[in-house]
């Protein structure tokens, strides 16, 4: 039996969309929305509300800002959509299935990699520009141990409930801050460089992985070869 090596790192922070979920495309918002309302959800069909939300100025929604303020997302998401045309209850169908964690597939190692992590005393937290709670969406999964992901989780640095978005410093400031640990003790994982890699202005390490494409696309133990090096591959994702 070999000894275990000391983690690497104290904490691990983690995005959501793209490290740990597949990101949501618009035809895919498309086709559940047109669904949950019993609409035609054919190719054709969903590449004609495509054409006018293409058509339609996004300057609005495109901004990072909108995800520091429920109000203001919901607006942008709204004035898009109206101003390409799509009816109200097509528009508030859209809203929903963007609006709605749950319906973002997790991708199949993110409950080994958080059991290695919270096993090996690691601290977790979720950094993410989101304007809903994703709480729920964790807690919907257990590990093995019987805790939930939500459990395992310690510091949540949501934008909607902080008012500030990546790459603001101050976002992975709060989560240090919550962990009560130095930048240099943490390691931050993301998929999108200009974003993510604002952690990297505070003196965090940063890890960028190639965006989530599928739930099959198990990476998350490239973390794991940072965070645990001495583990063996039995052992977590």
């Not at 809903?132 to 409930?161: K, N």
Request: proline share 6%; charged share 25%.
């Amino acid at each position: 039996m070999h000894a275990r090596t000391a983690p690497s790192f104290r904490g691990v922070l983690l995005d959501w969309r793209g490290t740990l979920v597949v990101a949501p495309t618009y035809p895919w918002l498309v086709e559940i929305a047109l669904g949950r309302l019993g609409r035609d959800a054919s190719p054709e069909a969903i590449e004609g509300v495509l054409g006018r939300l293409r058509g339609a100025d996004t300057s609005r929604v495109d901004s990072p800002q909108i995800d520091t303020d429920v109000v203001e997302h919901r607006a942008a998401y709204m004035e898009w959509f109206a101003s390409a045309g799509v009816d109200d209850e097509l528009a508030e169908s859209l809203y929903a299935v963007e609006s709605e964690p749950g319906l973002n597939p997790f991708a199949v190692d993110v409950g080994d990699l958080l059991l290695a992590l919270t096993s090996s005393g690691v601290l977790v937290g979720v950094v993410s520009d989101i304007h809903v709670d994703l709480r729920p969406a964790f807690a919907q999964h257990s590990a093995d141990d019987g805790r939930t992901w939500a459990d395992m989780v310690d510091v949540w640095a949501l934008s909607y409930e902080l008012g500030v978005a990546k790459p603001d410093p101050a976002i992975f400031r709060f989560a240090l801050d919550r962990l009560g640990l130095g930048p240099e003790e943490v390691l931050m994982v993301g998929d999108r460089g200009a974003w993510d890699g604002g952690a990297a202005a505070l003196g965090i390490t940063t890890l960028v992985l190639p965006p989530l494409t599928s739930v099959d696309d198990a990476r998350l133990h490239r973390v794991l070869d940072l965070v645990l090096p001495g583990r063996s591959r039995g052992e977590g994702a």
